[in-house]
């Protein structure tokens, strides 16, 4: 899964939470305002209507209606009543029986069962290729490329003013520990979002989770800006300003990023390279910077 649709999935975890100021549930039970239930079973009762309803882990069973919008993040899905706007289903099963009714879009992973007499006002779309439709247009590249470059610029530069020793760590980094620059780089890479998935499997852990997959966004961007000083830094050297530095760096990564190919894989290594150098140079001195080695003590003359 990229980024940019983890971020599509992450802010639909935050945002349906925030749809729901009635009620967070744990167990079965429906609630005239909107349902969310974190894990065990949804179950809107035949007659029985809510505004949106929204569960994480477990199965969700419609036989009333869903004013808005139904989102079940992993289980099955069974439908005999009424959705009035769409259904989104991420991982799990979804039946529409007959006699069913849902009046926006239907958007899921696995193929839905639709049985004879259901209806469907909108469309059936696969979830992964609707998330990616916007991406698939010229102009909705650009203005991706447009806006990651103007808040990686901001970023990069607020990271500099307030750590205004962040290059020299990140180079040093680098130069001197590329191997475990790159290890542990790649390490935290893929070891966040899959910690993030096991949090969220334990109900005491999904807050944690929750926040974690936000953050990932951030915390890999981070990681970019980093990589775009550090190899900005290896073309400028001191005492050039870190500015030039970081701004030569950042503004190739940029340029190579309107390249579909290119763009995606000069991200991921300037990435890797920002979180494995901010890595090691977190377990040098203070200040980001390894301690000079002192020079050898002259050999004892007789």
């Given amino acids: 899964m990229s980024l940019r649709r983890c971020g599509v999935v ?14 967070v549930a744990q167990e ?3 609630d005239d305002d909107d349902v969310v239930i974190l894990t065990g079973r949804l179950n809107v ?8 309803a929204v569960i994480f882990n477990g199965p969700a069973v419609v036989e009333g209606t869903v004013e808005e919008w139904l989102v ?9 009543g009424t959705v009035r706007e769409d259904v989104i289903v991420f991982a799990g099963d979804v039946v529409l029986r007959s006699g069913s009714e849902v009046q926006g879009d239907v958007i ?30 010229f102009v909705g590249r650009f203005a991706w490329w447009l806006a990651y470059t103007v808040s990686t610029l901001v970023l990069g530069l607020v990271l500099l003013f307030l750590a205004p020793r962040l290059d020299l760590a990140a180079i040093t980094s680098l130069r001197d520990r590329a191997g475990a620059a790159i290890g542990f780089g790649l390490m935290v890479f893929v070891l966040l979002p899959i910690v993030a998935g096991l949090l969220l499997v334990t109900v005491v852990g999904i807050p944690l989770g929750l926040f974690l997959i936000g953050g990932l966004a951030l915390i890999y961007s981070i990681g970019y800006v980093v990589g775009g000083l550090a190899l900005g830094r290896l073309a400028v050297r001191e005492p050039t300003s870190r500015y030039v530095a970081f701004l030569l760096g950042w503004g190739a990564l940029r340029v190579v990023a309107l390249v579909p190919f290119l763009g995606g894989l000069a991200w991921f290594v300037a990435t890797v390279l920002g979180l494995g150098t901010l890595w090691v140079a977190g377990r040098w001195a203070p200040g980001g910077v390894r301690p000079p080695t002192p020079a050898p003590a002259p050999p004892a003359t007789a």
Avoid at 10 to 16: C, E, P, S, T
Avoid at 72 to 80: A, D, L, Q
């Fill in 10 to 23: 992450a802010f639909l975890f935050l945002g349906m939470l925030m749809l729901a100021p009635g009620a």
């Fill in 108 to 137: 899921t992973l696995e193929d839905p069962q639709i049985e004879d007499g259901a209806t469907i006002g909108g469309s059936v779309d696969d979830l992964q290729t609707r998330f990616d439709l916007y991406d698939s247009t």
């Fill in 45 to 52: 009762a035949e007659g029985e209507s809510v505004q949106n």
């Fill in 28 to 30: 079965n039970g429906v």
């Fill in 72 to 80: 079940v993040f992993n289980g099955r899905t069974e439908i005999t």
